[in-house]
């Protein structure tokens, strides 16, 4: 699997997205398959208030080292403190795009493409209008892949699968609950599909169009992705 194989991520999202709880999953679900030596994580957010505590408290549980940009410190700057790793996990803040330092920091991971792959969080229950807002905010961080979190809390997925769909960006993970590691999931196109054809279990004639065109959205958007990050 795509992470798994090492290398530094950074997730992205705006706030109340998930970031941190789907960072923290992939944590843990990574130290329970392969050990945690040579895991590192990394808060961009150490400056708002409890803004890191909860990737502190994963680090600490897993007794890996822990790092948190405190004084307005730099990605660079964050990475070089990492030292030779395995796997590095970055959490940051959400964005604002008024504020010039976080415009610096989404420049910062565009700038580093390549080196760190970034993952976009978005969350099911969004309204179309604020996923693409978020696709325009997070756009030059360059982002790899999206993970579509709280699963659980949407009754469409036409509106996030539409969107990455639409953006050509593939699908890594899924969520569906707050539960760490066990609510993430590797996409699957296949399990996508069967999801949102049972949030529409009626599938009368108004709606079949509709149901078509989310089913057909989520095999695109799933399966090259999913192929390619099979285990």
Known sequence: M???????????????????????????RHA???????????????????????????ARLLDV?????????????????????RLVLVD????????????????????LHGRVQTLLVLPANAQLSWLDSAMEDYRPSAPVAAVVTKLDETR??????????REHLPLAYSTDGQEIPD???????????????L????????KSSDAHATQSATAAAAGPIAARMAQ
């Open 2 to 28: 795509w992470v798994w194989e090492g290398g530094v991520f950074a997730v992205v999202g705006p706030t109340g997205a998930g970031k941190s709880t789907t960072l923290c999953k992939l944590a843990v």
């Open 32 to 58: 329970l398959r392969h050990g945690a030596q040579g895991l590192v994580l990394i808060s961009m957010d150490g400056v708002r208030l409890g803004g890191c505590d909860m990737l502190r408290a994963v």
């Open 65 to 85: 080292p822990f790092h948190a940009a405190l004084n307005g410190e730099s990605l660079p700057e964050m990475l070089s403190t990492a030292g030779p790793s």
């Open 92 to 111: 940051t803040l959400g964005i604002n795009r008024k504020i010039l330092e976080h415009n610096r920091l989404l420049e910062s991971l565009g700038s």
């Open 156 to 165: 469409s997925l036409g509106e996030v699968l539409g969107v990455v769909t």
């Open 183 to 197: 609510d993430l999931s590797v996409a699957s196109a296949d399990a996508l599909v069967v999801r949102a054809v």
């Open 199 to 206: 949030l529409d279990p009626e599938g009368d004639s108004a």
